[in-house]
Structures are given as structure tokens and as C-alpha cells.
């Protein structure tokens, strides 16, 4: 009885704490739930987001004069339902956005790993290869590789994985080099230890928080780039439904009065965008001793 109560008791604490800690409830249902959406899109979309009728061209929202229940959000210039682009859309997004910030953090942890514990000339070898990487522009260098390699999800995936390794190189090389100083890496030297089995044993594990923190504030930055690809013709090829691709179509229908063609995928960019962003926030708070005393 008293082990029960001293678990419920336990339980509350760890609630209040989050809550008096500010942990971005908001933010967090955000994300959850638009990765749900994503999952199961196919149960959730009440019609086919490739296909339309061209006779339901531009309807309005159904609050709207004009409006029907059989499309809640309206549809597009070809007639297409808006709420099924949506929700395949944000399946694109979230694919891109997860897929692209593990394979760009897996590559820059990897290469800021090895830089700050061999140092030497393999530390100037990464680092000025990130340096030259990080002085280019990252959208501009973003549209370039698109326009090379062409118009394809696993394209985008690659292309922004390419682009966004060097800020985790950057960082992570930061935390090595003051992590490789301490008592029980030397001790494992001492040891007889290899240089990988430290890297990975003793590490990365003191690490993987800051690479964990990093992820999550380029997430919001990653969706927002492959939402402006798409835009310009280079990310998510058409009839593939994407919110950047619907901002683009529906960018002329806004000065015809059609406003729900861009108002709701923008919404819907910059409400992923800022929750990953506050997320972010607060996990750098979490994870940084010296910023939770602030």
C-alpha cells in the first residue's frame, strides 16, 4: 500500500515538475498529432488527393457561402479535395522532415566524433570541408542540387541531408573536444582502449544529447526547406500532394479571392515549424545544466 502511494506520489511529482519547467505541451500535440495524420492518411482522407473533378473546381470551405460538407476545406483548381491534400501532405512532410534530420545528424555525429577525439590533420580535413559547406548558402545550395539530380522525394531526402550535416559536425566536434579531457576517457586509455571503442563507448554517449537537440530545432528548418522546393519546382514533383507544392498552385487563386489555397497549407507549414522550433527550445533547456540555473 504505502509502495503504491509512494509511486502515485512519485508520478505527480514528475507531472508537476514538467509543468512548472515549462515543457510545450502545445508544441508537442502539435507534432504527435500531425505524425498520426501522416501514419494514417489513408484512413483519415476522405477522397483521393491526385484526383479530382474539374465540375468542383475552387469550391469554398463549407462555413463558406458556396460551400459543401462533401469537401470541408474546398477544393482546388483541378477540383481536388484540399483536407485529403492536407493530410497526404503532411505525410510528406513528416518523411522528409524525420528521414532528412537522421541521416544529417547520423553523418555530421559520425564525422564531428572523429574530428575532436583524432584531431590532427583529420580534425583541418572535416573541418574545413564543413567550413566550405557551412559559407554556402543553404537554400540557394539546396535548389542547385535539386536542379541537378531532379524533382523526387528520396532526392529531397538526400539533397537536405547533404546541406544540413555540417551543423551537427560543427557542434558535436565542440562537445568532443571538452568531453575527450575528462577523468574516464583517459582512464580508458590507460586501459588499453581503442580509439573507435572510446569514440563509441565513451563518447557518444555524452554526445547524443546535444545531437538529440540539434535534430529537433532542424526539423522545423528542414520542412520549411523542402516546402520552399517544392514551391519553386524542384522538390516534390506534382500531382505528389505537399504543402509547398500547394502553396505554389494555389498562389494565383489567393488574388482571385481563393484564399483557402495557400492560407491553409501555410498555416499548416508554419504551425509544424514552430512547434519543432519550441520543442527544440525547451530540450536545450533540459539538457543544458547551465541554462536550467538561469
Known amino acids: 500500500m504505502n509502495d503504491s502511494r509512494s509511486a502515485t506520489l512519485t508520478l505527480a511529482w514528475r507531472l508537476a515538475a514538467f509543468r512548472t519547467e515549462g515543457f510545450p505541451v502545445i508544441p508537442t500535440a502539435i507534432i504527435v498529432t500531425v505524425a498520426l495524420v501522416a501514419i494514417f ?15 468542383d473546381r475552387f469550391r469554398p470551405p463549407a462555413w463558406q457561402a458556396g460551400g459543401s460538407e462533401k469537401y470541408l476545406l474546398g477544393t482546388d483548381h483541378l477540383g481536388r479535395d484540399v483536407l485529403s491534400r492536407l493530410i497526404f501532405g503532411a505525410r510528406v512532410s513528416m518523411i522528409v522532415g524525420f528521414t532528412a534530420v537522421i541521416v544529417a545528424g547520423f553523418i555530421g555525429t559520425v564525422l564531428g566524433i572523429i574530428s575532436g577525439y583524432l584531431g590532427r590533420w583529420v580534425d583541418q580535413v572535416i573541418m574545413r570541408l564543413t567550413d566550405t559547406w557551412l559559407a554556402l548558402p543553404a537554400l540557394t545550395f539546396a535548389i542547385f542540387l ?53 569514440m563509441r563507448r565513451h563518447i557518444l554517449p555524452n554526445v547524443v544529447n546535444s545531437a538529440i537537440v540539434l535534430g529537433t530545432l532542424q526539423l522545423g528548418v528542414v520542412i520549411i526547406t523542402e516546402a520552399a522546393l517544392s514551391f519553386l519546382g524542384v522538390g516534390v514533383p506534382p500531382p505528389q500532394p505537399a504543402w509547398g507544392l500547394m502553396l505554389a498552385d494555389g498562389k494565383k487563386g489567393l488574388m482571385a479571392g481563393y484564399w483557402w489555397l495557400t492560407v491553409l497549407p501555410g498555416s499548416c507549414i508554419m504551425l509544424m515549424v514552430l512547434s519543432a522550433n519550441l520543442l527544440g527550445d525547451w530540450l536545450r533547456v533540459k539538457f543544458d545544466p547551465q541554462l536550467r540555473q538561469l
Do not use: M, Q
Open 41 to 55: 492518411a489513408d484512413a483519415l482522407a476522405p477522397y483521393n488527393p491526385e484526383l479530382g473533378t474539374l465540375g
Open 146 to 198: 535539386a536542379a541537378i539530380v531532379g524533382p523526387s522525394v528520396n532526392n529531397i531526402i538526400i539533397i537536405l541531408a547533404a546541406v544540413y550535416w555540417t551543423r551537427y559536425a560543427r557542434v558535436i566536434r565542440g562537445e568532443v573536444l571538452s568531453v575527450k579531457e575528462r577523468d574516464f576517457v583517459r582512464l580508458a586509455v590507460v586501459a588499453g582502449c581503442s580509439k573507435w571503442t572510446i
